[in-house]
Nanobody
Framework: QVQLVESGGGSVQSGGSLRLSCTAS????????LAWYRQVTGKQRRVLAR???????EYEDSLNGRFTISRDDVKNILYLQMNNLTPEDTAVYFC???????WGQGTQVIVSA
């Protein structure tokens, strides 16, 4: 059974940083394209960043270099480093194994002004 468990969310003040983790079990992430999405209440879930099996990354333009996606294929964990957070980053953040379609349950991030 595939499980993706996000952690690292929480409350932070504007300008702060958080690192999200997505720990996988029941699946080997090494050959997978992985992604982070977020969903603001009342809006559609949107992709923020992807990382391919070879390490190539792509980001949503609006992030302006504030977020970094990375992976540890030995530990089977996906990360999202988020810096210079603003209240507009408040959302539930999800990890996903792209193409296979496996999702985590999400972790809440709240950024206060």
């Amino acid at each position: 059974q595939v499980q993706l468990v996000e952690s690292g969310g929480g409350s932070v003040q504007s300008g702060g940083s958080l690192r999200l983790s997505c720990t996988a079990s029941g699946i080997d992430l090494r050959l997978k394209t992985l992604a982070w999405y977020r969903q603001v209440t009342g809006k559609q879930r949107r992709v923020l960043a992807r990382i391919a099996s070879g390490g190539e990354t792509e980001y949503e333009d609006s992030l302006n270099g504030r977020f970094t996606i990375s992976r540890d294929d030995v530990k089977n964990i996906l990360y999202l480093q988020m810096n210079n957070l603003t209240p507009e980053d408040t959302a539930v953040y999800f990890c996903k194994v792209e193409y296979d379609g496996f999702w985590g349950q999400g972790t809440q991030v709240i950024v206060s002004a």
